[in-house]
């Protein structure tokens, strides 16, 4: 993140929440004057409304839950890109790929997943993956009905298991043309201690202090996330490792998926046991293309700009 100029209260996170319209039944394009949106993307440096650039914001009701979700149409779109974001990320975090999927001419949907971001739910919890799919299977139908043209997919570390869960389930019915998964979730770096220290304490322990591990060689972004993002939080659910441990069990015993899947890795990540996980990945995803980015760390989308560069040049639609 650059250095910010812009704030973003807890009374704009409120406000702008209250004011959020079915983002499915009155789609509309934001005006640029709306004040509650305009603190938000100021603040997280995303995309404005302009005369070549439409943007879309409102809530997607899934189970009970408010969905809060945004879309950028350009004025000449090559179809629609639907990023899936990571565990305790949200669609602010995301504004250098948003840059360069709109510079692609695609129209880009994203969205905060329940507990996360400005979406209802208690923060990072969830019990099964699948209730991420749901959310997933609803956003994109309502973008396959609003935006013209292909539908793809790219999910960040969670965001990119939350995109395999799907098409462990959709399988020859996906709807999406291509998929690219950065840094995408099934071990992390320690898992085996991890799993049975929650195996032992999960009874017992309904949270887990937060620990900001430097994911990106961008200081000013660990400094954001870390210091003055008002969307995070410094205790995690432990129901959220429990789901985690489901997910891997899941896919490691799941049968291999024929889909072509563009997989980028950075070589340094310090969040995964990557080189277990691409084994696996090998092995579940017949058709798997691999990019290695030497020196990058796990949150690829927030590295550094030399390194990011390369990423993006990387995805493959």
Request: proline share 4%; hydrophobic share 45%; with cysteine.
């Amino acid at each position: 993140m650059q250095e910010l100029s812009a704030t973003f209260t807890q009374r704009a996170i409120d406000a702008l929440k209250s004011s959020l319209r079915p983002f499915d039944q009155s789609l509309g394009a934001v005006n640029a004057e709306d004040a509650t949106v305009a603190a938000y993307l100021d603040f997280y440096q995303l995309p404005k409304p302009s005369r070549d650039l439409d943007v879309f914001v409102g809530r997607i009701v899934v189970s009970q839950t408010a969905i809060f979700s945004l879309a950028w149409k350009p004025a000449v779109s090559l179809g629609t890109a639907v990023v899936v974001h990571g565990y305790t990320d949200h669609t602010g975090l995301f504004n250098h790929l948003i840059e360069a999927l709109l510079d692609r001419q695609f129209t880009v949907v994203c969205f905060d997943l329940q507990g996360h971001g400005l979406s209802s739910g208690g923060y990072g919890d969830i019990a099964d993956f699948a209730d991420y799919v749901t959310v997933l299977e609803s956003v994109t139908a309502i973008a396959s009905e609003k935006f013209p043209g292909p539908q793809h997919a790219v999910g960040q570390s969670m965001g990119g298991a939350v995109l395999l869960k799907y098409l462990m389930k959709a399988g020859k019915s996906s709807t999406f043309a291509s998929i690219n998964l950065l840094a995408p979730l099934l071990q992390p770096r320690g898992w085996t201690i991890k799993r049975w220290l929650y195996r032992l304490t999960h009874k017992y322990r309904r949270s887990l202090r937060r620990v900001f591990r430097p994911s990106s060689l961008d200081k000013s972004f660990l400094d954001f996330v870390r210091f003055t993002d008002p969307l995070q939080q410094t205790e995690l659910p432990v129901t959220w490792v429990g789901a985690l441990d489901q997910w891997v069990q899941e896919f490691e015993g799941a049968k291999s998926c024929p889909q072509r899947i563009n997989l980028i890795q950075g070589c340094a990540d310090k969040t995964l046991n990557w080189q277990v996980n691409l084994r696996v990945f090998k092995e579940k995803l017949p058709a798997l293309k691999v990019h290695l980015i030497d020196g990058a760390n796990h949150h690829l989308v927030n590295e550094i700009k030399p390194l990011r560069d390369r990423i993006f040049a990387a995805l493959e639609f």
